[in-house]
């Protein structure tokens, strides 16, 4: 237990140092070598947890996801988790929680070029995708849903690189309105709809971002 209690501190070290490198000097500029130095520890002893710079950011971004995860459905009443206007604030608060962070949308811009953004960010979409399939009986086949999360989350990974790219210069309450109409528009959602849902939610999480900000 002692031992494995040990390996996973280790781990930890690991990964926290590589996100404040990645943060500092951005994913591609940082290399193994670095790493090890900044940690304290053998390449030996990384390559055991990791075995290269890809899954460590991997494993970096999905801590980040989960963590992101957690601290937005802490702020939406459980009872509406499943609606279509928390799915609207959800995906409002997920982004606005990169955006507000030039560190991040440079993280996972580089992670875009490396093919390594993909996959944790479409797990996070597939879910929601899903619930409101379910939750609202809109019947759409799981082979359909499949397609609908890699659209969304291709186009999000190509507006990521142009905001950081400065080719996206619109606001990013402007992104989130992107996102949270092309996620309806693949649900077949009405237009209209599709209107009230993201102003309801660019209103909505504006309130909740102010009442977690006033907590802290």
Sequence with gaps: MATYKKSELTKEKITKTAARLFAEKGYKSTTIREICAASGLSQSRVNYHFAGKEELASDILQLTLVEIDRSIK?????????????????????????????????????????????????????RLFESVNASQELDLPPEELRVNGYVYVSALSSLIQSKHEGVWTRSNDAFCDTFVELFFKLLYVPKQEIKRLSELSLQKSKELQQEFEGKR
């Excluded at 702020?75 to 990169?98: D, H, M, N, T």
């Design 74 to 126: 802490d702020r939406i009443p459980q009872e509406k988790q499943q609606s279509c206007e928390a799915a609207a604030v959800y995906i409002r608060l997920w982004l606005g929680a990169f955006l507000a962070q030039a560190k991040y949308v440079r993280f996972c811009a580089d992670l875009a070029d490396e093919g390594v953004f993909s996959k944790p960010i479409y797990e996070v979409f597939e």
